[in-house]
T-cell receptor, first 116, second 113 residues
Framework: DAKTTQPPSMDCAEGRAANLPCNHSTISGNEYVYWYRQIHSQGPQYIIHGLKNNETNEMASLIITEDRKSSTLILPHATLRDTAVYYCIVRVPRNAGGTSYGKLTFGQGTILTVHP | EPEVTQTPSHQVTQMGQEVILRCVPISNHLYFYWYRQILGQKVEFLVSFYNNEISEKSEIFDDQFSVERPDGSNFTLKIRSTKLEDSAMYFC???????????FGPGTRLTVL
């Protein structure tokens, strides 16, 4: 799986948009970009994923650059409950043997702190 | 909304004892996974399971570990002879027939004394 690079920490004011960047310059054509978050040692929570196009759901928006070498997760109106570690993960759809969908390889992520 | 559940939430055991961690994946899911997270470290992949067999495993998943789907709803991780370094949060995850998105349970905190 391609390696990702994220800033170790970011701050955001409550009610403002949080923009979390991720670099994945070695991404290959069939790899998806996934975002998960983990709130204080709870299970990782799926946020959003994309391949080429920008994506939006009820939690966030994902902006992927045209060359796919970087992406940005946008939380449009951050709340205190959005304080968490955010992981950007690049993942192939299947493992090498084609018998399972690929594992998730977590890095250190970005610690997002939302301030009142 | 369907969710992955795990029991127990916290398991304390003595070194050398066997433990079984239990997971109930989302009901129509077909792919199952175990991950672990040692305190202060990254979430690490252990094993994936599909069609009643292991499809991929990491170096961590040695002979002391095994997984099983004993019935249509449960998915278990067994550690035969626990070591101090097995102390960690263990997360179960599952994904559906499309397989693209894994959903995680809340985890079991395993403490080996």
């Amino acid at each position: 799986d391609a390696k990702t690079t994220q800033p170790p920490s970011m701050d955001c004011a409550e009610g403002r948009a949080a923009n979390l960047p991720c670099n994945h310059s070695t991404i290959s054509g069939n790899e998806y970009v996934y975002w998960y978050r983990q709130i204080h040692s709870q299970g990782p929570q799926y946020i959003i994923h994309g391949l080429k196009n920008n994506e939006t759901n009820e939690m966030a928006s994902l902006i992927i650059t045209e060359d796919r070498k970087s992406s940005t997760l946008i939380l449009p109106h951050a709340t205190l409950r959005d304080t968490a570690v955010y992981y950007c993960i690049v993942r192939v759809p299947r493992n090498a043997g084609g018998t399972s969908y690929g594992k998730l390889t977590f890095g250190q992520g970005t610690i997002l702190t939302v301030h009142p | 909304e369907p969710e992955v559940t795990q029991t127990p939430s916290h398991q304390v055991t003595q070194m050398g004892q066997e433990v079984i961690l239990r997971c109930v994946p989302i009901s129509n899911h077909l792919y199952f996974y175990w991950y672990r997270q040692i305190l202060g470290q990254k979430v690490e992949f252990l094993v994936s399971f599909y069609n009643n067999e292991i499809s991929e495993k990491s170096e961590i998943f040695d002979d002391q570990f095994s997984v099983e789907r004993p019935d249509g709803s449960n998915f278990t991780l067994k550690i035969r002879s626990t070591k101090l370094e097995d102390s960690a949060m263990y997360f179960c995850a599952s994904s559906g027939s499309g397989g693209l998105t894994q959903y995680f349970g809340p985890g079991t905190r395993l403490t080996v004394l």
